[in-house]
């Protein structure tokens, strides 16, 4: 089956760093989109970034919610079937659990391939706790 797990979470200080892991199985990750979220308590989930599928004809693309641009960076590892977030600078307002998310059946050429309505297999989250 499809899966995706998460892992690197865990408890650091303001201006810290992590790197969360999401490994994939049951499929080849280098062609499809890989996605990070965020849910905070009591609050919405919320794009963090996003790496689209590539294939012999071009490169991955990247993408980063304005409130993590500069900090954290997303990358895979197609050897290991890993895809990566490397955080930095860690804030107290990242605290959430991450989770990561793919689909097999999208996007279509053009579209964000991000886009939720494509995502159809999520990792079951990993927690992130940035505080001093």
């Known amino acids: 089956q499809v899966q995706l797990v998460e892992s690197g979470g865990g408890l650091v200080q303001p201006g810290g760093s992590l790197r969360l892991s999401c490994a994939a199985s049951?499929?080849?990750?280098?062609?499809?989109?890989i996605g990070w979220f965020r849910q905070a308590p009591g609050k919405e989930r919320e794009g963090v970034s996003c790496?689209?599928?590539?294939?012999?004809?071009?490169?991955?693309?990247?993408y980063y919610a304005d409130s993590v641009k500069g900090r954290f960076t997303i990358s895979r590892d197609n050897t290991k079937n890993t895809v990566y977030l490397q955080m930095n600078s860690l804030k107290p307002e990242d605290t959430a659990v991450y989770y990561c998310a793919t689909g097999l059946l999208g996007p279509h050429k053009g579209d964000y391939p991000c886009s939720v309505r494509y995502l159809e297999h999520w990792g079951q989250g990993t927690l992130v706790t940035v505080s001093s």
């Open positions: 790496i689209s599928g590539s294939d012999s004809s071009s490169d991955s693309s990247t």
């Open positions: 049951g499929f080849t990750l280098d062609y499809y989109a």
